[in-house]
């Protein structure tokens, strides 16, 4: 805890540091701390104009990058209504599984408008033909 709140309490003095130039031996030195001869040299930002041609670049750039980040939340989207029609189907897919399972006679009706009634057979496969779509869809 103590070496941030020292780096916090340091910052300024750090970007107000003094550079140093010398040379020694021929050869020229930069530093925080002088050396034999230095002098104190004044540092500046430097401001870098850019032009007509970086500015429009960088627009295309980042027209390019906004275009692909809408893109990316176009498919974000849809993959979210997938998966929610997904879950949806997958829910009454189980809820028809479980009205099987409890027993019972089950039945369609017919063209004449009379009831049918399944074989024992016929809601087994029924059964199997929802447990596989679910273990297909579903997991």
């Known amino acids: 805890m103590r070496i941030p709140l020292l780096l916090f309490i340091f910052t300024p003095l750090l970007a107000s540091a003094e550079i140093y130039r010398w040379v020694d031996a021929g050869q020229v030195h ?14 500046r930002p430097q401001v870098v104009e850019r032009d007509e041609a970086t500015r429009a670049r960088e627009a295309r750039t980042e027209r390019f990058f906004e275009a692909r ?3 990316q939340q176009a498919a974000n989207q849809l993959a979210s209504e997938e998966h929610a029609r997904r879950e949806q189907e997958c829910r009454r897919l189980r809820n028809e599984l479980s009205k099987l399972a409890q027993g019972g006679r089950y039945f369609r009706t017919d063209a004449k408008g009379e009831r049918v009634y399944y074989s024992e057979d016929e809601v087994n496969a029924a059964r199997r033909q929802l447990a596989g779509r679910i273990e297909q869809h579903c997991n």
Request: charged share 30%; no cysteine; net charge negative.
């Open 69 to 71: 980040r809408q893109e």
């Open 30 to 43: 930069f530093g925080a701390r002088p050396g034999p001869g230095a002098e104190q040299v004044e540092v």
